[in-house]
């Protein structure tokens, strides 16, 4: 009986170690349809999530798409860009944390949003910083915001794209505004971070944070008095149809990055990863030309939708404030001194 027993358990003994030795083959494969075994990974397809707040059609939007093309013909098919625009995969910050925890996610994440893991890269985002884009994307090529990305990294974010221009927000609401105090009891719906929290209500509305996707809704059942953001994405998501205000406070020039986890990323090849930030970087000039062409229409269009628009005089804003740079204790002491050296050296 020993013996037959014996004999049973190096069978399964054997019988597991063959089972073992084909899955690791199986395993070793590559993506190629001839499943020859001991290909390259030059073979293997790398798909990623592209995730971002925007419509399909604003400039962001059109941004992704030229991206997915220039990215997967340079790449010969390798990289496959999976777009998931209107916050499909769920709000900025939820996706950001995504890409945090590794997630196969690259995602459109403003620098205030990344306050939360590197205090200093929000002052990008800061109210009236800047009198030009030109100025704010010189500061991503300093030695500056090379250290904050060594930071980033830290926290397991890499910047893949750090120069898309957003444009230039703006304020519509139901009612005119033409200075700080006609904001006084307005709900102004803004992205949910510290940065434009504290902005409006120091411009003296009370802050009210909503994902864009849900802006449409939130207005027509008044849950918000309006909101801000450049025109063509006020635009994309028809906040004009409710809200019959334009204000053009510009109170931020907007830049934006496009970020995923360092771990994630360091599991792509890094002729990949060098296609992917190229075709990004292109991308991104591509929108900036379409942004500004269609800023300008898009403000005639406001106009023949009934919208009244308002030039006000920016200087009251200016002076509200002023105080949100006092809000950020943990921002590295003369940030903002800091800034403006490095802009003076441009």
């Given at each position: 009986m020993r013996?037959f027993l ?6 399964f003994?054997?019988?597991?170690l063959?089972?073992?030795v084909?899955?690791s083959?199986e395993t070793g494969t590559?993506n190629s ?5 001991g290909s390259s ?7 990623i ?7 399909p059609?604003?400039?962001?939007g ?8 220039l990215?997967e013909?340079?790449s010969d098919?390798?990289l496959?860009l999976k ?6 995969l ?7 944390e995504q890409?945090?925890?590794g997630?196969?996610?690259?995602v459109m994440?403003g620098?205030?949003?990344?306050m939360d893991?590197?205090?200093d890269?929000?002052?990008l985002t800061a109210?009236?910083?800047v ?5 704010l ?10 250290g904050?990305?060594e930071?980033?990294?830290?926290e ?6 750090a120069?898309?221009v957003?444009g230039?927000?703006?304020l519509?609401?139901n009612?005119?505004v033409?200075s700080p105090?006609d904001?006084?009891g ?5 992205p949910?971070n ?5 902005t ?5 509305a009370?802050a009210?944070p909503y994902p864009l ?6 207005l027509?059942q008044g849950?918000?008095n309006g909101a801000?953001?450049?025109l063509?994405?006020?635009q994309g ?8 205000h334009?204000?053009?406070?510009g ?15 360091n599991?792509i090849?890094e002729?990949?990863v060098?296609i992917?930030?190229e075709?990004g ?10 942004l500004e062409?269609?800023?300008?229409g898009?403000?005639?269009?406001f106009k023949?939708a009934?919208v009244?628009?308002?030039e006000v005089?920016?200087?009251p ?6 105080s949100?740079?006092?809000e950020?204790?943990e921002w590295t002491p ?7 050296e490095?802009?003076?050296d441009?």
């Open positions: 013996k014996k004999v049973k358990l190096s069978f003994a054997i019988l597991l063959v089972i073992t084909a899955c083959s590559s349809e001839s499943g020859e075994e990974d030059k073979d293997k397809t790398y798909s999530n592209i995730a971002f707040g925007n419509q059609d604003e400039p962001i059109k941004l992704a798409s030229k991206w997915k093309e990215a013909e340079k098919g390798r496959e777009l998931y625009p209107s916050s499909q769920g709000a900025e910050k939820d996706v950001v890409a945090v925890m997630n196969n996610v690259i994440a620098y205030d949003f990344l893991y590197v205090p890269v929000g002052i109210p009236y910083l009198d030009n884009f030109d100025e994307l010189y500061l991503t090529e300093t030695d500056w915001f090379d904050i990305r930071d980033l990294r830290k397991n974010i890499e910047i893949i794209n120069t898309t957003y230039e927000r703006q519509l609401t009612e005119k033409t105090e904001l006084k307005m709900k102004i719906r803004v949910d510290q940065m434009s929290i504290k409006f209500d120091a411009m003296g009370a009210t996707g849900e802006l449409y809704t939130a027509q849950l918000v801000e953001n450049p063509p994405v006020l998501v028809k906040a004009y149809e409710v809200s019959k334009l204000s053009l406070t109170h931020q020039k907007f830049i934006t990055s496009w970020i995923t986890g360092t771990d994630f990323i599991t090849p002729e990949l060098q992917l930030t075709t970087n292109e991308a991104a000039e591509y929108a900036r030309g379409v062409e269609e800023t300008a898009v403000l005639e269009e023949a009934g009244k628009v308002h005089d920016t200087a804003f200016k002076e509200n404030v002023q949100v740079y006092d950020f204790p003369g940030l903002y001194d800091k800034i403006q490095l802009l003076k441009r």
